[in-house]
């Protein structure tokens, strides 16, 4: 799951949140239509919100609005993926170094069977199962940061990346779950020593390693402007 859902003041899930998360979890892929009629009728509202929920996620980037034609599913361009992750490396560098600092925490319990969950899914070859575990793994990291500052601006970050559909792509290409994972467990190992810098390093060459990953990936976009 790509990010922690907000709730209306009942405790359900906004609007916005289930249409984003339906964008995101790959049901939809990049170019594919959005209608309001499908979305209203799915979700049981009228299309006025569906329209606005569509306008304030083509604000995130995660669809684009055509005039007169339609609603569509839009993926980043290459530079903006590119950019997108040099802010990942940043911002999730940071959250490992703050984590070290904290010492034993709860998080630590959750990363450690994470990475154990992460060599069962590379043995098995479940990219499916490893997706799950590395949005676990990276989000842990991000919360036991403790910064809801940095909190914030990942998660807007993650969204306009559609990171869960690049790791599915990427979790394809031969070895690499199994190198993913053992990047994960550095990251730990640092997290566990209380290294901080250490595990800015660790986490920094991992976010590195994945945008590798994605540019060499045949499906990523390239920057010519979406059509």
């Known amino acids: 799951m790509q990010e922690v859902d907000q709730v209306d003041d009942s405790g359900e899930a906004t609007l916005l949140d289930r249409v984003r998360r339906l964008v995101l979890g790959g049901e939809f892929p990049p170019g594919s239509p959005l209608s309001e009629a499908v979305l209203a009728q799915q979700f049981d509202v009228s299309r006025t919100p569906i329209r606005e929920t569509l306008k304030q996620l083509q604000h995130e980037g995660l669809v684009e609005i055509r005039p007169k034609v339609g609603t569509f599913v839009r993926e980043p361009t290459r530079r903006e993926i590119v950019e997108l992750f040099q802010l990942k490396e940043g911002l999730e560098g940071l959250a490992a170094g703050l984590l070290a600092r904290r010492g034993d925490v709860p998080e630590l319990r959750v990363l450690e069977r994470n990475v ?4 069962q899914a590379s043995l098995d070859q479940d990219a499916a199962r490893y997706a799950e575990l590395v949005n676990e793994f990276h989000r ?32 394809e290409h031969p070895g690499r779950i199994k190198t993913s994972t053992g990047e994960h467990r550095a990251v730990l190992d640092m997290i566990k020593a209380k290294d901080h810098f250490g595990a800015e390093a660790a986490m920094r060459n991992h ?7 994605v540019l060499a990936d045949s499906r990523t976009a390239t920057d010519a402007p979406h059509p």
């Open 207 to 213: 976010v590195y390693a994945s945008a590798r990953e």
């Open 140 to 171: 842990t990291i991000i919360t036991g940061a403790d910064n809801r500052k940095l909190i914030e601006q990942y998660d807007r970050l993650m969204n306009q990346l559609a990171y869960h559909r690049l790791v599915l792509r990427t979790a």
């Open 116 to 119: 154990e969950a992460s060599d």
